[in-house]
């Protein structure tokens, strides 16, 4: 049992290549179950702060897999913000003037606190079983995740595409005065119960 010893503070010395050399040669003779605790035990204080990190894992992937963000509670902060409150909607457009239009229309309509265009946008996409590319503008829309359905609704309503791109996506944190400004500009629309033409 001494030889035991001496070749784990060897092991400690030589670090985890050389560990899994050793566990190798160290099965041969005593099983390969016997080494795989003795290695879990060596390794496991330094792999506790992995492990609990690797706990969280399986949540953030089937929040992914889901679409929807994970649940959280408000933030520990003094902001107030709701992580997942506010959405970034992205609309693209044929041309700048179609998306102006756009954009104006849901400012006014208090459907967006604020829209960027993003002019000269090379889009690469499958439609009717032809691959085609067309230079378009990106319209970047900033709202109360509540409203994104109504946003859905009056963009469909006025796009010239037959199947206009309308994604979303809930912000988890940002600049508090700036989420707190979006929602306070649109919070009229989401507290109505009238449906927006």
């Known amino acids: 049992m001494g030889h035991v010893r001496a070749r784990i503070g060897w092991l400690w010395r030589f670090g985890w290549a050389s560990t899994v050399t050793w566990c190798a040669l160290f099965s041969y003779h005593v099983g390969a179950t016997q080494a795989a605790l003795l ?3 060596l390794w496991m204080p330094a792999l506790l702060p992995v492990a609990s990190r690797l706990l969280l894992l399986p949540r953030a992937l089937l929040s992914m897999a889901s679409g929807s963000p994970p649940s959280q509670p408000p933030p520990a902060s ?3 913000y709701v992580p997942g409150s506010v959405s970034a909607a992205f609309v693209t457009c044929p041309n700048e003037k179609v998306a102006k239009e ?4 849901v400012v006014e309509k208090r459907l967006a606190a604020c829209v ?3 002019p000269q ?3 690469i996409y499958e439609w009717k ?3 085609e590319e067309d230079n378009e503008v990106l319209m970047m829309i900033k709202t109360q995740s509540s409203l ?3 946003l859905t609704d009056f963009v469909r309503s006025v796009h010239p ?3 206009a791109e309308v994604i979303a996506l809930p912000v988890e944190q940002g600049n508090s005065p700036y989420l707190h400004w979006v929602r306070q500009v649109t919070e009229s629309v989401s507290d109505s119960s009238t449906a927006l033409p």
């Open 129 to 131: 079983g032809k691959i």
């Open 39 to 41: 290695l879990s035990l």
């Open 148 to 150: 994104v359905p109504a």
């Open 102 to 105: 756009i954009a104006r229309a």
């Open 161 to 163: 595409y037959e199947v």
């Open 121 to 123: 946008i090379t889009s």
């Open 78 to 80: 003094s902001s107030g």
């Open 116 to 118: 960027n265009l993003i």
